[in-house]
Each structure stands twice: as structure tokens, then as C-alpha cells.
């Protein structure tokens, strides 16, 4: 069968090396993928937003089934677009509805699912433009600091943490004044959560679920969690304190809850859940939810899976999720992201890489790369994500970190830290 990925990622490029690893005797296709990606499939040249240029790309190549990387087609509505076309409903599409993509793309919906499904998060309350009266009296009931959430995407910056009420006032006039566009013209005000995060992944069918590695991202710019917060730095997959007990209660108060939710509700879902979680005390609460793999959580996570990614796939569109074994690898993968000069503010593209070829025994995913005729060249903020296997997390990193030593570009960083609060 021949298979599309949707998007230009590290995610992307883990998913490609993944399913090109003898799992499909088809051909590979990535829209509209990167310098890596090239390597081990054909890239299209085509924007994942406009429907009608994928379906055209999936009839071209008889593609059989197409993973979506990332959140905008899925909310926007693209498995939708699929199951209601007539030369496009016996197509698998992994990606929810846009009524599940929700989920990821408002915030509002979100909380009152979880509301409506007792599953823990951080109490909250939700004012649109013109209820600034209103939130302000809900602001001086709240402990600080105040976390103002645009609802809609905000290509992940619509959070705002604040310690003072009159810049929380700020900005939330700032939000409702069109700051985030549409997205924060309504805004999710939440009650801060102390605690350490992770990211939690599941397959599901909208009835059965598998549960995959778990994985911790590091978001800010700066070592030791200082800085602006990035698409994420770095990742660590098992997450040591997300021990038999934990993944248990996570399990029961939050993924059971979630799955049964969706098809309790008819809601269509076929895809990945992303749980975005706080572990305040022994207790699990859920940050966000996310439709998609994460980036760079992907990076660490797919390369623990044993089984084969393409037949757990195939079973979340005929219905055999529920007997499928996912196979996962016991040993630590880690993930440190190299970015450029800049990175999360402005920062030049098209510096030249080199070195990625001496890297051995790691797995280099590119993230923002592209080829300029025999060269490969920078195109984005994260550039590429040096993965690699370990016995303890330590021998992981020391090979990551080795990797990244030998590669170069122009105004090339990274957070030499990653894993230090595990
Ligand atoms: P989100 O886009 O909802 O994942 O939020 C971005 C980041 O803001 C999260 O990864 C957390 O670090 C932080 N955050 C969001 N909501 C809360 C909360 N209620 N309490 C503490 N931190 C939060
Ligand atoms: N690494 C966090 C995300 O993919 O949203």
C-alpha cells in the first residue's frame, strides 16, 4: 500500500523512517516533507491545508492510506473531507474529525469535555469579547499566577502565564482585542498547576485504544527550563516517574474517560491522542489535549515501537485495535534538538549543514531542513533532532549530545540539558 504523511517535521521524518523499515511494500510519500524525508520517500510539493491538492496527489499515486502530522488539516476538517467524497471514502485517513479535533482546537471544548466526563484538570472559566468585566471579577477570586488561554490555535503560543493582576488585565484586553486573531477573542482562564509535565500517547479507533511510550518534552529555549517557549528542545522517552502506579491512574481517571467521552458522545475519532499532563503530587491532571503525535516527543516515541506502525494503523480502520499487541522497546531513546541562531524569535534560513553523515549509531531526524541542489540547507527554527538508544538515559544523551558535535551550521544551538530534572 502506498502511504502519505502530511506535514515537514521531525514527526514527519519518525514517521517516514518508521514505516520505511520493511513495514509497507508500497511507496512512501511525504507532503510536503523536508531534506530528510526525501531520502527515504518522495516528497510532494503540496500544502496539507488545501484539500483538493491532496486529493488530487493521493489519486495520482494510488495512496492507500494518509497519516496527518500535524493539528490544522485535522481541525480544519480534513478527515471529513475524506469520508465525504466519493473517490475519497475508501482512503484511511489517521486523523479525528473536526468535531474530535476540538479536542486540540478550542480549549473551551476541551474543558467542558473533561467536565462532562470527570476528568482532572485545573479549574477555569471562559469569557468572550466584551466579558472583560466578568473575568477580571473571576481573576480576583484566583490564586496567582493566572493562566490566560486563547481558545482557538494559536500555533502554540496562545498561553500566557502571569504573576500580576494588572498585566493579566493587559493582557487579556490585548486578547480580546485581537492579539491572537479569532483564536483568543475567546479566553479559557485557568487555575495554575504546580507539578512536573509529560506527554502521553494513544492510538485509538474511538473505541479501543493502545496505549504507546510515553515521553518528556522540554519547551523552553533556555537550559534548565529558563527562556521563551519553542515547538520543544528536546525529549526523553520512558519518563521515569511515570511509574506502573501513575500510568495506571492516568489510565483509568484520564484515558479511559476520554475514549469512552468520544464514542459516548458520537464522536468520530481515528487517530492519535496526545494527553499533555501535570503530576501535582501522586495525581495526574490534564494540561491539554493535542489530535497528533508530538514534536519532538515523536522523535523518541517512534523509535521504542517495535511493532509495526503500519499494522496498528491498518487495525485502527478495520476495527482490530483492540487485538493488537503494541510491541515497545525497554530501552531509553532520547531526542536534543539543534536550532537556529535566533530560534524562537527571528533567525536566518538556508545556512549550509554538514557533518550529519558522521553520525553514527543515532538516528538524525530533520525538522527544518531542504535540499539546494547537492547541498542541504536550514529552513526552519528547529533544524534537526539527533535521537538515540541507551540502557539508561545518560548513555542515550552521551550519544545524542556526540552526534550533535559533529554536525554544523551557522549560528547552530541547543540545550545541552535535556533530561536533567529526571
Ligand atoms: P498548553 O498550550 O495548554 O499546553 O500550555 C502551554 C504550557 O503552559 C504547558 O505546557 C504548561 O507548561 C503551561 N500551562 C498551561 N496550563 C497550565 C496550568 N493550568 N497550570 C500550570 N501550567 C500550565
Ligand atoms: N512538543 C509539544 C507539541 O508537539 O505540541
Not at 21 to 43: H, L, R
Not at 70 to 93: C, H, N, Q, T, W
Not at 389 to 402: D, P, V
Amino acid at each position: 500500500m502506498n502511504i502519505l504523511i502530511l506535514g515537514s517535521g521531525g514527526r514527519e521524518h519518525a514517521l517516514a523512517w518508521k514505516l520505511s523499515q520493511g513495514e509497507t511494500d508500497g511507496k512512501i510519500f511525504v507532503a510536503p516533507g523536508n531534506a530528510g524525508t526525501s531520502e527515504i520517500a518522495v516528497n510532494l510539493d503540496i500544502d496539507p491545508e488545501h484539500f483538493d491538492e491532496v486529493k488530487r496527489e493521493v489519486i495520482c499515486h494510488n495512496i492507500g492510506m494518509v497519516i496527518v502530522g500535524s493539528e490544522a488539516p485535522l481541525v480544519r476538517g480534513i478527515a471529513d473531507y475524506f469520508s465525504s467524497d466519493e473517490e475519497m471514502k475508501d482512503v484511511i485517513l489517521i486523523g479525528p474529525s473536526a468535531q474530535g479535533s476540538m479536542l486540540e482546537g478550542s480549549k473551551h471544548f476541551a474543558k467542558e469535555f473533561m467536565k462532562r466526563h470527570g476528568i482532572p484538570t485545573a479549574g477555569y472559566g471562559t469569557f468572550i469579547e466584551g466579558e472583560l468585566e466578568e473575568a477580571k471579577e473571576f481573576m480576583k477570586t484566583m490564586k496567582t499566577p493566572y493562566v490566560l488561554k486563547a481558545d482557538g490555535l494559536a500555533a502554540g503560543k496562545g498561553v500566557v502565564i502571569l504573576d500580576d493582576y494588572a498585566d493579566a488585565v493587559t493582557e487579556l484586553e490585548g486578547m480580546f482585542g485581537g492579539k491572537f486573531g479569532a483564536a483568543g477573542r475567546k479566553v479559557v482562564i485557568e487555575e495554575f498547576m504546580e507539578g512536573i509535565e509529560l506527554s502521553v500517547f494513544v492510538l485509538t479507533d474511538g473505541i479501543s485504544y493502545r496505549i504507546l511510550p510515553e515521553a518528556k518534552d522540554y519547551k523552553r529555549i533556555g537550559e534548565g527550563d529558563s527562556g521563551l517557549n519553542t515547538g520543544g528542545m528536546g525529549a526523553v522517552s520512558p519518563v521515569p516517574f511515570a511509574d506502573r502506579e501513575f500510568m495506571d491512574k492516568v489510565e483509568r481517571r484520564i484515558i479511559r474517560p476520554t475514549v469512552e467521552g468520544l464514542a459516548s458522545e458520537n464522536i468520530s475519532y481515528r487517530g492519535f491522542i496526545f494527553f499533555g499532563l501535570i503530576k501535582c503530587g501522586d495525581d495526574p491532571y490534564v494540561i491539554e489535549y493535542n489530535v497528533r503525535l508530538g514534536d519532538p516527543e515523536a522523535e523518541v516515541i517512534i523509535p521504542r515501537i517495535r511493532s509495526s506502525l503500519t499494522d496498528l494503523l491498518l487495525s485502527v480502520n478495520d476495527g482490530s485495535l483492540g487485538r493488537m499487541k503494541v510491541e515497545t522497546d525497554p530501552r531509553y531513546v532520547t531526542t536534543v534538538m539543534m536550532v537556529s541562531g535566533g530560534y524562537p524569535g527571528t533567525y536566518e534560513k538556508g545556512k549550509v549543514i554538514s557533518g550529519i553523515e558522521k553520525v553514527s549509531g543515532s538516528v538524525v531526524f530533520h525538522a527544518g531542513t531542504r535540499k539546494d541542489s547537492d547541498k542541504t540547507v536550514t529552513s526552519g527554527g528547529r533544524v534537526l533532532a539527533v535521537s538515540s538508544w541507551g540502557h539508561t538515559m545518560g548513555e542515550a544523551l552521551a550519544l545524542s549530545y556526540s552526534g550533535i558535535e559533529k554536525i554544523s551550521f551557522e549560528g547552530a544551538g541547543y540545550r545541552r540539558d535535556i533530561g536533567f530534572d529526571l
